[in-house]
C-alpha cells in the first residue's frame, strides 16, 4: 500500500538517497554528494511542507521536492522530482503530485515553475498531461576559464561586489530574467557560498559575475549594452580563475535565445551541453 506524506520529518540523508535512485538512470548523469544536495535544496528554497514522497513497505518509491518562497507567495518551484526504476508506470507521480497540488491551493500559491532536460520524453509528457506548458527554452554550457591575467586594462577595474548591490543594479544589466534557482533570491539564500565581482565606470554598474563557488557554476554574469566587446566579461572570468583556479565553470539555464552570451561562450572555447524547457503551470 502507498503511503504519501510531506518531507518535514524525513532526514535529508533519505532524501538525497532517494533522489539519487530516481536519477540513477537520468540523460545526463546526476548524483550529488549530500553536500551538493543541500545546497541545491538551500538555493533553491526547498519547503519540507510543500514536498511530498511516497512510501511502500517503508521504502521511499517517488517524491516532488518543491521550493517556495514567502516573498513571492503566489509562485512556486519544483526543485526535482521522480520516481525510482522499479515503481515507474504505476501513476505514482500523478499520486504524489495531486497531494502536492492540494497543498499549493491551500495556501493560495497559484502559479509552478520546473524545468525538463531535452531527451527526457517521458518526464515532458508527464509535466504536459498535468497541465505544464512550455514557456521557454534554456542552454547549459562549459566554460574553460581563461588564463588569468598578468595585467588588467587600465579602463577595467573588477573588485569584488556586495550580492547587495548587485542586486540593486544588476537588474539594469539583463536582456532576460534568470530561471528561479539564479535569481538574487535564490542566491541570497546561500550567499555565503558566492564570489561576486564588479565593474564600475564613473559609480555605475557597467558588468558582474556571480559563481556559486562549491559547484563551479556561473549563476550570473551580465555586461551593459554599450559596454560589451571591450573585454570586461573576459576579465571578470579571469578574475574568478584567480580566485578559484577551476579549469572549467558551468552556466545553467542561460536564455537560449541570447546569441551574445552564446557567442561570448564560442569564444573562450566553451561548448553547449544540453537545453532545457522551462514549463509553467496555473496551480
Known sequence: MIAIRSCRDTPLADLHELMCAAFADYVLPMRPTQDQFRLMLRQRGFDAAFSKIAIENDKAVAFWFIGYDPA???SGYVVASGTIPSHR???LAKQVFARVRGALLDKRVASLELEVIDGNHGARKL????????QRDVACYTIPMPTPMLTSSASIIIKD???NDLREDGVNLWDWTPTWQ??????????DQLVSLECRKDGELVGYAILIGP???LAQISIRTDQRRKGIGTHLLARLHRKFGRKAIQVINADARDICL???IEKHGGSLETK????HLQV
Do not use: E
Open 89 to 91: 508506470r504505476r501513476g
Open 161 to 163: 561586489a556586495s550580492l
Open 182 to 191: 539564479n535569481d538574487f533570491r535564490s542566491l541570497a539564500r546561500i550567499s
Open 276 to 279: 532545457q524547457t522551462v514549463m
Open 262 to 264: 552564446a557567442g561570448f
Open 127 to 134: 509535466y504536459q498531461s498535468l497541465g505544464f506548458r512550455p
Open 72 to 74: 513571492i507567495p503566489t
Open 215 to 217: 559547484t563551479a557554476t
